[in-house]
């Protein structure tokens, strides 16, 4: 039994670890999603299903290939093993019913298997899929619960095969405690891929945007304005702006409650940003300096733009850690693409230098040309 045992995890370990492995250079591929604002996240992991449906197809076609019971059951020990680890890399439930009923589907079409305790125990995976993604995700959070559903379920299939190939009690329980301990090690790699790839999103999430505000950083305006200017935007708006008197405000109240201003200013910009101009972006391009990106967006429609957060602004309350309380504005210098610029940087200047005019005429104003004129 222990020779079994062993035999069948060794085997059984490198071929999951090999398709999880197969699976995280997938997801360093495909997963660019850095900000979380994918609209279609299951597109990304269909390609995911249909890697995995293809190493499926692989094992029922080598499990209908031979003629040992065995070694059929060693290669159901992997696939099985593999659905549960596949299953835990998912986010969207429509991979998730893909993935399962794909797998139904194919073990029936490909081995001919029509048992209906191989369906119950599908269908009791899915019901404990439903508990597990509304009380214990994300699974790496979760490990012990995690890891007895993996053994519940491990019973569930195994006394199902059994019913369906009678074999000696010890090979039952050779490949039940080989099934525990390859779920184990699968489930601890697949924790593994997943903080790994946390991690890169976040590494990549943190060269494009600010620490502290969380709004995009003076890298990805560059990128985003060089972008917006080769591209087909023929109409780009510029906002350049700055908070008012933002180092009597650390003077005064000190420097944290000078970071939760930035931090407040920023989340309050970015949401007048979404209802007025929904395709703009917010930069943090500086300390107390931001700029907004209006892409397809005219001369115009930038002012109004302009004219909304500077109102919008002057709603926000800030709390000082001692409960005093005091209102911000902001100065702006606005500009749009015009006919004679030949370079992105030649915007940005424009824009930059209408908002040091606006600094330097007594502040909290909006000009918008060379000649000083405010709206």
Not at 125 to 145: A, I, T
Request: net charge negative.
């Amino acid at each position: 039994m222990a020779k079994i045992m062993i035999f069948a995890s060794f085997i059984s370990i490198f071929f999951d670890i090999g398709f999880i492995g197969g699976l995280q250079r997938l997801m360093h591929l495909l997963d660019l999603d850095v900000e979380g604002n994918n609209p279609h996240p299951w597109r990304t992991e269909l390609i995911y299903t249909l890697y995995f449906w293809a190493v499926t197809v692989g094992l029922f076609l080598l499990a209908t290939a031979g003629h040992n019971d065995m070694i059929n059951m060693m290669v159901f020990n992997f696939q099985f093993i593999l659905l549960l680890s596949y299953v835990n890399a998912l986010k969207t439930h429509l991979n998730i019913f893909l993935a399962v009923v794909g797998d139904l589907i194919l073990l029936t079409a490909i081995t001919g298997i029509v048992d209906w305790m191989i369906g119950f125990v599908f269908v009791a995976y899915m019901v404990g899929l439903w508990l597990e993604r509304r009380y214990f995700f994300p699974f790496d959070e979760h490990p012990v619960v995690i890891l007895i559903g993996k053994a519940i379920m491990g019973v569930l299939f195994w006394s199902a095969n059994a019913v369906r190939i009678p074999v000696a009690s010890k090979y039952f329980w050779a490949f039940l405690a080989s099934y525990f301990v390859i779920s184990a090690i699968c489930y601890g790699y697949m924790v593994l891929v997943r903080r790994e790839n946390v991690d890169n999103i976040q590494d990549a999430r943190n060269v494009h945007f600010d620490g502290l505000t969380s709004a995009r950083n003076w890298l990805s305006f560059r990128q985003n304005l060089d972008e917006y200017f080769e591209g087909s935007n023929a109409e780009l708006g510029v906002i350049a702006m700055d908070i008012d008197y933002f180092k009597a405000i650390n003077d005064n109240y000190g420097h944290l409650v000078g970071n939760r201003t930035l931090i407040e200013f920023s989340k309050h910009v970015q949401g007048l940003l979404d209802d007025v101009a929904p395709g703009s972006r917010l930069y943090r391009t500086g300390g107390e300096e931001f700029n907004v990106l209006l892409p397809n967006t005219p001369f115009d429609v930038a002012q109004q733009v302009a004219q909304a957060i500077a109102a919008g602004i002057k709603e926000l309350t800030i709390t000082a850690d001692d409960g005093r309380t005091f209102h911000i504005t902001v100065s702006m210098g606005v500009t749009a693409r015009k006919s004679s610029d030949i370079d992105a940087m030649g915007i940005f200047k424009r824009a930059d230098h209408y908002l040091y005019h606006s600094k330097k005429n007594g502040r909290n104003r909006i000009t918008i040309s060379n000649d000083g004129d405010t709206i």
